[in-house]
């Protein structure tokens, strides 16, 4: 979910093209949170607007794992993880089973996704996989991910940007001396 807000409401580069930031905040906030949950509920424009604070706060934490600074990195979730008083809470709603929420009592959406987005952080960073979340290496593009695949070696947000830059090598190449 973290990925998916920040992607979609931050600007910078995505796939070797300049990203603004979005000019339907509310369809962006949407499309973020529906990368996680497809049937999300659309966003009021006020919530949108929260979404992309949280959005910017949480592209910080990308970021300084990516210039290998945990420490930059874990300072940031522990202040998401107090800011919205982030604790566990098993819930049940909507008629799903009992399930883990991580967010305080009486939030706003944004804040309680903000909660539970900077609980996953904390998981992955206060763990050996702390190098598992990523900014796309590739040129032009700065869209963050995390790295799921078995032997941790993902550098780039998508396959368009891995096709580009293996494209861009295998052209170079074949140009030679």
Not at 14 to 32: N, Q, S, V
Not at 105 to 128: K, Q
Not at 157 to 172: E, G, L, M, P, Y
Request: proline residues 6%; aromatic residues 6%.
């Amino acid at each position: 979910m973290a990925v998916g807000l920040v992607n979609e409401l931050t600007p910078g580069e995505r796939r070797g093209r300049p990203f603004p930031p979005p000019r339907d905040l509310t369809a962006a906030a949407t499309e973020g949170l529906r990368t996680g949950y497809p049937g999300h509920r659309e966003v009021t424009a006020a919530e949108a607007a929260e979404f992309a604070e949280v959005a910017v706060r949480l592209r910080a934490v990308f970021d300084a794992v990516a210039a290998e600074d945990v420490d930059a990195a874990a300072l940031k979730v522990n202040d998401l993880l107090v800011e919205t008083r982030a604790r566990p809470l098993l819930q049940r709603h909507d008629g799903e089973p009992w399930h883990l929420h991580f967010h305080g009592p009486g939030g706003t959406m944004a804040g309680d996704w903000a909660a539970s987005c900077a609980t996953g952080l904390a998981i992955v960073l206060g763990s050996e996989f702390h190098d598992r979340l990523g900014v796309c290496t590739a040129p032009q593009c700065d869209r963050v991910y995390v790295d799921v695949s078995r032997n941790g070696t993902r550098r780039f947000c998508c396959t368009a940007c891995q096709n580009r830059v293996k494209t861009a090598a295998f052209r170079a190449r074949g140009k030679g001396p």
